[in-house]
């Protein structure tokens, strides 16, 4: 089975801008989790999407929404990006009712100059 | 306020011993305990988990010890090798909180042949 994908992998934008983040989780798997990882804050919980419906959210501002798809695709978006965003985006899939071990994709990798 | 620590410093261990990383945490009632592994610029891995009424489960070299008294869970890699070196990272799933998990910033292990 292929493993969750993340794209893009690398991704510059400067500051204001809006980026868009897609992840694709294993087959099978309904449950998409994002997290932003920074070697400050370490791995932090953003959101997580289950049937197309947000069922959990971290304390993170507005300018960061998600969402997910009939075939449980998901994107995240960040708008009007800050100095802060920059840091490496991780989607994490996994079976319901599986004691919630999350299955990471490689991450995308956000710089913000 | 709620926290999870894990040993902030490197663990340098001789190959073959016991590398032993530790994760305690406070205000927090998790239901499980799990362990991921951690290779730079990659996706986290899950390890273990161990539930909250589960005193000890194994892995092949892994171990993993959970007390909710002392409110810390000990992770053993046995027999360890070059290969093992990584950051590992504990996470809390709290019951109730669907896929949402709450790390600590990990610990990085170097075993030296």
């Known amino acids: 089975k292929a493993g969750v994908t993340q794209t893009p992998r690398y991704l510059i934008k400067t500051r204001g801008q809006q980026v868009t983040l897609s992840c694709s989780p294993i087959s099978g798997h309904r449950s998409v989790s994002w997290y932003q990882q920074t070697p400050g804050q370490g791995l932090q919980f953003l959101f997580e999407?289950?049937?197309?419906?947000?069922?959990n959210k971290g304390n993170f501002p507005g300018r960061f929404s998600g969402r997910q798809f009939s075939n449980s695709r998901s994107e995240m978006n960040v708008s009007t990006l800050e100095l802060g965003d920059s840091a490496l985006y991780l989607c994490?899939?996994?079976?319901?009712?599986?004691?919630?071990?999350?299955?990471f994709g490689p991450g995308t990798r956000l710089l913000v100059l | 306020s709620q926290k999870i620590e894990q040993n902030s410093e490197a663990l340098n261990i001789q190959e073959g011993k016991t590398a032993t990383l530790t994760c305690n945490y406070t205000?927090?009632?998790?239901?499980?305990l799990q362990w991921y592994r951690q290779d730079p610029g990659r996706g986290p891995v899950f390890l273990l988990l161990i539930r909250e009424n589960e005193k000890e489960k194994r892995k092949e070299r892994l171990k993993v010890t959970f007390d909710t008294t002392l409110k810390q869970s000990l992770f053993h890699i046995t027999a360890s090798q070059p290969a093992d070196s990584a950051t590992y990272l504990c996470?809390?799933?709290?019951?109730?909180?669907?896929?949402?998990?709450?790390f600590g910033a990990g610990t990085r292990l170097a075993v030296h042949p």
């Open positions: 999407y289950f049937s197309e419906t947000q069922r």
């Open positions: 994490a899939s996994s079976l319901p009712g599986v004691q919630e071990t999350q299955y």
């Open positions: 205000n927090y009632s998790p239901a499980y």
């Open positions: 996470a809390l799933v709290i019951s109730g909180g669907y896929n949402k998990l709450i």
